[in-house]
């Protein structure tokens, strides 16, 4: 059954995931992205479909312009905010998966499996919604228990952003800046959840270091 909405809040809902939608395709669309890969890996897309990724909570948006209109699944809350952010994220070719990481988290993993069974590329923010920043939550391993899948990170940092003063320091690149997009080796599938969470956390702090190093050689 559908959520009943407050008239300005259906007002938002036709109008602010428009408009979003736009501003993200217009903004993206001036960066300059550049791909980094550790040696026996290769860029996200390249894997072959179904796959399981992470990511940091602060590199959305640079993450939505790059890899929009590719059916990637992701996780979005069943809140009034989630459904701005679910109706956004599907303009810019997202799949909208409902659930939480939080609250209704089993519901959330259960229709996540489903994206997987469909053969979708599945994206995680590993800090997501609401932090501690770069700790990774144990979703994604939940989702690999699950699935049998291995779990690949990326991160992408702009040479050039607005930081805000939110939990994540969630960055808002700068229009025509030079956007690094870093992926690490893999994580191997492992019945033993506890050492593959500690792998996803390695891999993850690898995303960063090796962004982070690209943009200090640049100094």
Avoid: C
């Avoid at 690490?184 to 190093?213: N, Y």
């Amino acid at each position: 059954m559908a959520p009943e909405y407050k008239f300005s809040q259906r007002v938002a809902l036709a109008i602010v995931p428009r408009v979003v939608a736009l501003v993200v395709r217009a903004l993206t669309a001036t960066l300059r992205y550049q791909d980094i890969v550790d040696p026996g890996t290769r860029l996200g897309l390249d894997y072959p479909r179904p796959i399981i990724f992470v990511f940091w909570h602060r590199a959305l948006l640079a993450s939505a312009g790059h890899f929009r209109n590719q059916g990637i699944a992701i996780l979005i809350s069943r809140s009034f905010d989630g459904e701005l952010i679910a109706r956004t994220v599907e303009r810019l070719g997202f799949v909208a998966v409902r659930g939480s990481s939080t609250r209704g988290g089993t519901a959330g993993l259960l229709a996540m499996q489903q994206a997987y069974a469909d053969g979708r590329l599945i994206a995680i923010t590993a800090d997501g919604p609401r932090g501690p920043q770069y700790i990774a939550k144990p979703g994604a391993v939940q989702l690999a228990q699950l699935t049998g899948s291995s779990v690949g990170a990326f991160y992408l940092l702009p040479q050039h952003a607005w930081t805000l003063s939110s939990w994540d320091g969630f960055m808002i690149p700068k229009p025509f800046s030079r956007v690094v997009v870093t992926y690490p080796a893999h994580v191997a599938f492992s019945s033993d959840a506890d050492a593959m969470q500690a792998g996803v956390q390695a891999a993850l702090d690898r995303s960063v270091t090796l962004a982070e190093q690209h943009w200090s050689k640049k100094q």
